[in-house]
Each structure stands twice: as C-alpha cells, then as structure tokens.
C-alpha cells in the first residue's frame, strides 16, 4: 500500500477518533487541572508534562518539514506559524504556569503525545509532501488572507486570555477565582474559543482536510472541557456571573 493511501485511511479514521472523543469528554472531563482525581494512575510534575506532551508537534513537524521537497515561501510561512504557536505552548506556557507543584497524570501525557505524534505527520505530510502543490499567488490568495488572519487573532487571544489566568493567582493566590475583562466578559473559556478559532484559521489558510480534522479535533477537547469548567464555576464560585456563557458568547 502506498504511504498516499495509508494516510488517508488514517485521515479518516483520526475524523472518527475525534467524533468518539468528543461524545466521552461530554461525559468524563479530561483528569488534569481542577477537574483532576483519583484513579489515573501515576503522575508526573506538570511542567515537565506539558514540555513532554506538547514537544513532538514541534519536532515532528520541523524533521518533515526538512525531509519534504517543498521549502518555498508558502512552505515556510506555514512552518512560522506552527512554530510560534508550538513554541509558546511547549516552552513559555508551562515555564510561566502558577499554581505550586500541582501534578498531571501520566495517562493524560501519553494521550497528547500520541495526538500530537500523529496530527504533526497529518499536517506536516500534506503541507510538504502529499497534498497538492499550492500556487504560488496562495500568500494572497483571500483563503490564506482570512485564515492567517482568524490564526494570529486567535493566537493573540488565546495568550491574553492564558495571562488573564496565570495573573488571578499572582493577584489572589493560590486556587480559583473569577476571571475578568476582556473576552471574559462574555465567555468562561476564551483561551479554548481562541484555540478553537486559531486551528479554524489554519483549516480556511492550509484549505486542507488534514487542516479540518485538526480544528474540529480542537473542538472535540475543548467543547466539553469548556462547559465542564463552567458548571465548575457556578457550583463553586457563589457570585460567579450569570450571564457569562461556556464558550460562544450569547450562544453556549
Ligand atoms: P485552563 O483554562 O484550565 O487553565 C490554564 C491555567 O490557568 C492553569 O494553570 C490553571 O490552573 C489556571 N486557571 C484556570 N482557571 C483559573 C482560575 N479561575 N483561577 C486561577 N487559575 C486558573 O486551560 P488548560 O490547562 O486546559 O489548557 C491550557 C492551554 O492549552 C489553553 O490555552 C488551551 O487552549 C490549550 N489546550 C489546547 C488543546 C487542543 O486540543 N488544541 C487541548 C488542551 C489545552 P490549574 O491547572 O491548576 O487548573
């Protein structure tokens, strides 16, 4: 079997993986960060854990950046943007995290490093090797323009709302307390929504099904962890805004 054929059998089944991800994360939030507890197994520092976890969607993606055949300007314009992202959640995310020696399971590591390993070679693969060559007018094109666009807004929210976090317990001390301004006027989660919009950009700039599969991937984490955080926030925190919705302002 080709290795064309191969990818896109797991194309498909990576789509079908997410779809079953999405409906178990309604039900049972991922077991890290307030919606931690018992019976995940061994657990490791969780500095270290996201460093592990999140650096194979920057190595595997630069080593097939350099086997591929395609170096051009929109080759490396898409490897920027991977890397500014990569390089903010693998390094200066976790270096700057607060919060004490709080601990992540080893489960959880494994699964993101498995997600990353593979959604890399999806993207990576495609970008440099399988899919098809784009023109060169592609910088300007209106479906680069928008996407890139949507990508660097949502990055740029996506830090903001990360540092509005990290700020609380700079400000309050250790533990949970409400956030505020911003897209936090509106929404519980604007770090996911952001996330959610940036891998939405990349999907409308690569125009690629791999690109897809990754925002919709997105979705599948961070839908559910979104609202599980919310009702988290309401039975916990007493004057907690009653207006504030999960994730999509005014809708959800
Ligand atoms: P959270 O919003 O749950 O937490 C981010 C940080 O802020 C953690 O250190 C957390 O502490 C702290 N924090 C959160 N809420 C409060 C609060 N109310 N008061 C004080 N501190 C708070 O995000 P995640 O840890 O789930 O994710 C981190 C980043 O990774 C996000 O930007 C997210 O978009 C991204 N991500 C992307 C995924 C994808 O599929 N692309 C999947 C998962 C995450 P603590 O850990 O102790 O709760």
Request: charge should be positive; aromatic fraction near 16%; hydrophobic fraction near 50%.
């Amino acid at each position: 079997m080709t290795e064309a054929r191969l990818y896109d059998l797991l194309l498909y089944a990576w789509c079908a993986l997410g779809l079953v991800t999405f409906v178990v994360l309604l039900f049972v939030p991922a077991p890290y960060g307030r919606h931690a507890r018992q019976g995940w197994g061994p657990t490791v520092p969780r500095t270290a854990g996201w460093i592990a976890m999140e650096s194979p969607a920057l190595i595997v993606f630069s080593v097939l950046f350099c086997l591929g055949a395609r170096r051009g300007p929109i080759a490396i314009v898409f490897c920027a943007m991977w890397s500014v992202h990569y390089v903010n959640r693998t390094l200066v995310f976790p270096l700057l995290l607060r919060g004490g020696q709080r601990t992540t399971p080893l489960a959880i590591v494994g699964f993101a490093v498995l997600f990353n390993v593979v959604n890399g070679y999806l993207q990576a693969r495609y970008l440099f090797a399988l899919g098809p060559v784009y023109p060169s007018s592609w910088l300007t094109d209106p479906r680069m323009l928008l996407g890139g666009g949507l990508f660097f807004f949502g990055l740029t929210a996506n830090v903001r709302a990360d540092r509005r976090l990290r700020a609380l317990r700079a400000r309050h001390g250790d533990g949970y307390h409400i956030p505020r301004g911003g897209l936090f006027r509106w929404i519980s989660c604007p770090n996911y929504f952001a996330e959610i919009v940036e891998w939405s950009g990349w999907a409308i700039a690569t125009w690629s099904a791999p690109g897809a599969a990754f925002a919709l991937w997105t979705a599948a984490n961070l839908v559910p962890r979104a609202l599980a955080h919310h009702r988290w926030y309401v039975e916990h925190l007493a004057d907690y805004p009653a207006e504030r919705k999960a994730i999509i302002p005014f809708v959800l």
